[in-house]
């Protein structure tokens, strides 16, 4: 919960920038862009492909938590 539930302001660049993990996103940013260079990847913006990734994960950890008798896969 602390990790996923938890509110907060971020500001690219401000003087909390490294409180919400940015180097760990920059490393998914760089996995998926190298991906793309590879041709596993669809041609597009790599952060943007990042953000959904990142917040598809989020959806899965807080539906985890949330409903944990879920018949998951």
């Known amino acids: 919960r602390a990790l996923f539930l938890t509110p907060r ?3 690219p660049g401000g003087p909390d920038d490294h409180d919400v993990g940015t180097d ?3 490393v998914l940013v760089d996995g998926i862009a190298a991906c793309q260079r590879a041709g596993f990847a669809p041609a597009a913006d790599a952060h943007r492909l990042a ?3 990142w917040a598809a994960l989020h959806g899965i950890a807080t ?3 949330a409903l944990p ?5």
């Open 69 to 73: 008798d879920f018949a998951w896969p």
């Open 24 to 26: 760990a996103f920059m």
């Open 63 to 65: 539906l985890r938590w």
């Open 9 to 11: 302001t971020w500001t």
């Open 51 to 53: 953000t959904d990734v």
